[in-house]
């Protein structure tokens, strides 16, 4: 399964697709993570079970993949970065039918305003087959938190990634409905 990262931060969208692709791998799957660059000259002839690939613009990444996951801030949903992730996503979506599209929305510790909320929802909504995976709460560490946090012991240092990854990579992989 091809699964593309795309969002208005390159950076945390890279670093999703690179906890992803090591979720994956530890469940045994060989997995190639690749940039969208690269994703432009892949062949079809390479033999994995899955393809990672974190995408800036790369249209064609996008509509190569089963899955998209967006990974968005409440704040740039209100400038020109919205307009145009959202023509990506469509294009894509109009180009690959059958892609399921994933919403998580990264915001600080600071708990999402109405406005915001409903900034996010018209966001999803405007996409085909588009649903909201997760909110995923960014403290002053860089560390990842969301309701999901609390199913995971703290003490536990064999994790491999954060408890909200691993809720969103079962979404990914399982296509598990939210609780």
């Known amino acids: 399964m ?9 950076h945390a969208a890279s670093d999703l697709a690179q906890q992803l692709a090591l979720l994956r791998t530890a469940a045994g799957a060989s ?13 079809r002839s390479l033999r994995y ?11 064609m990444a996008l509509s190569m993949a089963g899955v998209i ?15 145009e992730l959202l023509a990506r996503i469509r294009h894509a979506v109009d180009l690959n039918p059958h892609a399921r ?9 600071r708990e999402l305003s109405p406005q ?6 018209v966001f999803v909504a405007q996409m085909k087959s588009a649903r909201l995976a997760d909110r ?21 240092q064999e994790m491999l990634c954060a408890p909200e990854v691993r809720y969103l990579y079962r ?6 409905q939210p609780e």
Request: aromatic fraction near 2%; charge should be negative; include cysteine.
């Open 69 to 83: 996951v967006v990974l968005v801030r409440p704040a740039d949903l209100q400038d020109q970065q919205q307009s």
């Open 2 to 10: 091809i699964i593309a990262l795309t969002g208005t931060d390159d």
């Open 31 to 43: 997995v190639l993570l690749m940039s969208s660059a690269h994703a432009q000259r892949m062949r």
């Open 49 to 59: 079970d899955d393809i990672v690939i974190c995408t800036a613009n790369g249209a």
């Open 136 to 156: 995923l709460v960014l403290d002053e560490s860089g560390a990842y938190h969301t309701r999901h946090s609390v199913l995971a012991h703290e003490d536990d």
């Open 171 to 176: 979404q990914v992989f399982h296509g598990a």
């Open 101 to 109: 599209v994933l919403v998580s929305v990264a915001h600080g510790a």
């Open 116 to 121: 915001e909320v409903g900034k996010v929802l």
